[in-house]
């Protein structure tokens, strides 16, 4: 699962990044850059395959098409991947509606005697990267119309699977452009989301306060020593 996340790099980073820019009206459309503890219902920036060029705000927690009740999208924040194919609220985002989920790291609890610790993942450099993800349109019962994302899960890295059993799907840059292309049937494209290089992922712990989404300050990241856990990050 992945339900907490981190975006702390500039308007004009992403742009140099993802080679997208930003409608100028959409600028205060989603939280302000920084933010230290993404969660779900907040509106972030999205490349889709629709407007690839632009980044998009929407809402975190996928609300299908078909929905009659915004509160399914509580249920939606992750899609496992191995049930793309099947699924009602994903089958048909799978194949037209993918995008991209630009973040530079998210948070994970790990099970330990003494309680869940949260570790926060991120690639070498602390880099920003994208996870694989799917997107909606979605007029509510007053005609306003919610565009929305979900974050594709898979199987873990083998460095994290000590953490947790589940990882978003993060995409090599030269991916990018494959999952954006809705001309590739889904069954085809869905081959290349695989756990991320093993040693370009790197995990350390993080403050208990991330579990609070009213918390959201550069201390949020700082690693936090717990005896008996090894930090693994690149610092």
């Known amino acids: 699962m992945c339900g907490r996340s981190s975006l702390t790099k500039t308007e004009k980073e992403l742009e140099e990044r993802f080679k997208a ?4 009206e959409d600028l205060e459309k989603y939280n302000p850059l920084p933010n230290y503890n993404v969660a779900p219902t907040q509106v972030m920036p999205i490349v889709s395959n629709k407007d690839p060029e632009h980044f998009l705000p929407m809402r975190w927690g996928l609300i299908p098409f078909w929905a009659k009740d915004i509160k399914i999208g509580y249920k939606m ?22 995008c991209l989920v630009p973040m530079d790291g998210y948070y994970e609890w790990k099970k330990t ?15 920003l990267f994208s996870m ?10 007053t005609g306003e119309v919610i565009k929305s994302f979900t974050i594709i899960t898979q199987e873990p890295s083998k460095s994290i699977a000590h953490i947790h059993d589940r990882m978003p799907a993060i995409l090599q840059p030269d991916q990018e452009n494959v999952w ?11 081959q290349i989301l695989t756990p991320y290089t093993d040693d370009e992922i790197h995990a350390y712990t993080v403050s208990k306060r991330v579990g609070n989404v009213n918390e959201n300050d550069v201390d949020i990241i700082t690693p936090v020593e717990y005896p008996g856990e090894q930090q693994t990050a690149l610092l």
């Open 21 to 24: 820019t930003f409608y100028t």
């Open 77 to 98: 924040i992750n899609a496992r991947v191995e049930t793309l194919l099947e699924k009602s609220a994903f089958k048909y985002a799978v194949e037209k509606r993918r």
């Open 113 to 127: 005697a003494s309680g869940k610790l949260p570790y926060r993942i991120v690639i070498a450099e602390e880099q």
């Open 132 to 141: 694989a993800g799917l997107w909606e349109s979605w007029k509510s019962p």
């Open 180 to 190: 954006l292309d809705a001309g590739i049937p889904a069954k085809d494209v869905l």
